[in-house]
């Protein structure tokens, strides 16, 4: 799929019923959750007084002035730091380090460059020691998925950029994490390379039924992924509203932009951030 067309996937209905909004159970929760770093010697305060819970196969965008904690956010759930303060829980559990629930994807893809796509995808397989034979049939699985049958032996050098996307999608994927933290990961893509990203990401993770933190820059592209929309204040980040999309789950990527209902949703996003990054400028 190498068109703006692509972004005509309409995602899936989540498995057995359950709905993308996360009603069934939270799997992530914030509770009370502050950090604060040390910089030369100064400390400096990144989050303030966290309280979310993120549902089950929920999507949920997190929005705010750089420097605000979002990514720490993503880093805490993961258990690659602990909070100064609150607790973070994973499926009812206190986070207490690194745990393998959660797949992490940064802006950065991180590839190999002495692997080729299929051996990219392979690595976390390799890890865990999956046998060869289930591992090959895992990794030409997961490169179908994303749209890379043809271009198994390709190596990064030689794929697009939105190739390079896809192979470290199907890295994340490859392990089967319940939840997916996505830091940013499409800010690099042109506009059409981006919305074919997004539509991919949204069918994929319907059709597997993945929570997701997605952190974006992107105001548009926050709400039109999101079931929620969390958007934070500048450093040290706290939560000013959530934002709750309603936004059909089959919803078309490319028609949306025209869609009444996301206008307003976008400027209202506009509107809540408006006024803080008029107090930065003055």
């Not at 002495?114 to 997961?142: C, F, H, K, Y």
């Not at 997916?180 to 997004?198: C, G, I, T, V, W």
């Amino acid at each position: 799929m190498t068109t703006v067309s692509a972004a005509r996937i309409r995602a899936a209905e989540l498995p057995n019923g359950t709905s993308a909004t996360g009603t069934n159970r939270p799997i992530v929760s914030f509770e009370g959750v502050g950090k604060t770093f040390n910089a030369h010697g100064k400390n400096l305060e990144a989050v303030r007084d966290i309280n979310l819970s993120i549902g089950s196969g929920e999507f949920v965008t997190l929005v705010g002035p750089s420097g605000c904690g979002k990514s720490t956010l993503l880093n805490m759930t993961a258990g690659l730091m602990a909070p100064s303060c609150g607790t973070v829980r994973y499926a009812g559990e206190l986070v207490r380090g690194v745990h393998g629930h959660v797949g992490y994807m940064t802006q950065n893809d991180h590839l190999l460059p002495w692997r080729t796509v299929a051996g990219n995808v392979e690595v976390p397989l390799e890890i865990r020691s999956m046998p060869r034979r289930e591992r090959a049939d895992r990794v030409a699985q997961l490169i179908d998925m994303v749209g890379l049958k043809g271009f198994e032996k390709s190596y990064p050098t030689q794929i697009s950029g939105g190739m390079r996307k896809r192979t470290a999608l199907a890295r994340v994927l490859a392990y089967d994490p319940e939840t997916l933290l996505m830091d940013e990961p499409f800010a690099a893509l042109d506009a059409q390379l981006r919305l074919q990203m997004q539509a991919d990401l949204l069918a994929l993770c319907a059709k597997l039924g993945k929570t997701v933190m997605f952190v974006t820059h992107d105001l548009d592209e926050a709400i039109a992924l999101a079931d929620r929309c969390v958007v934070f204040s500048s450093r040290p980040g706290s939560i000013m509203r959530v934002i709750e999309t309603g936004l059909p789950h089959g919803r078309d990527l490319v028609e949306l932009r025209f869609d009444r209902k996301f206008l307003d949703l976008a400027h209202e996003l506009w509107e809540t951030l408006t006024p803080a990054l008029r107090r930065r400028q003055e």
